[in-house]
């Protein structure tokens, strides 16, 4: 389901329930979360799909380490409505930001190394963007420089004047890393006004990694792992 029209990460990861809730004025009928709970097959002709109050997507979207990815949909649900409503969707996401910095460099020399990582959503209803617009929900760029004098190896009288100097040791880089991990959930409010029938709600992720160095290193990965969107409508 969602692993098949996305890429970026391994497939067979996802574990989705997807389940359309709380139909209005029948509380008895609230489906328990179970996995695999599906209910997507009937959706796309609308036919099946009863008027709800709310509509919810639960699921592992499983995104690992991943330097870019383009807008792709990481969550969908669907919701119909009886009249023009506001619709109120919470995406929420696990978003974890990998950044690592290197410096390396002897002789008194400056060395700076810049990590960076940003996740950005946006909300498509029926294809167009809710409000709004696209969100950073995690982002951080790290830099680190430092100006070292480097290891000394050895040092010989190569012209033989009798002194050494500076310039007759043989030095190696000195080197100092930074690497900062971090995971949290994130959540943001979009809205959209709708009109009646049956609305596709796409929830999409984007990833997107920089580094840049002179003589170090640099590594930036992005992660997301759990998702949940509840989908609510309002007259307003
Ligand atoms: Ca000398």
Redesign the pocket.
Known sequence: MIASRTRGWTPGIASVVLLTAVAAGCGAEDPALTANDTVTDNLSSGGGVPSTKASAFFGDIAILNSTDLAFTTVMTTQIKTSNRKTLFINPSLECGLFTQTTVRSKNGNKDTSTASATIQMQVLVDGVAAQPGVVIYCSRTQQLSATLGGILQSCT?????????AG?CLLTDEEISLLLSTMDAASFNFGAGVGTGVHTIAVQAKISTSTSVQTGSAEAFATIGKGAVVVTEQRL
Do not use: F, L, S, Y
Not at 157 to 165: C, H, M, Q, R, W
């Open positions: 009288d190569a012209n033989g004047d009798g002194t050494i100097t007759e």
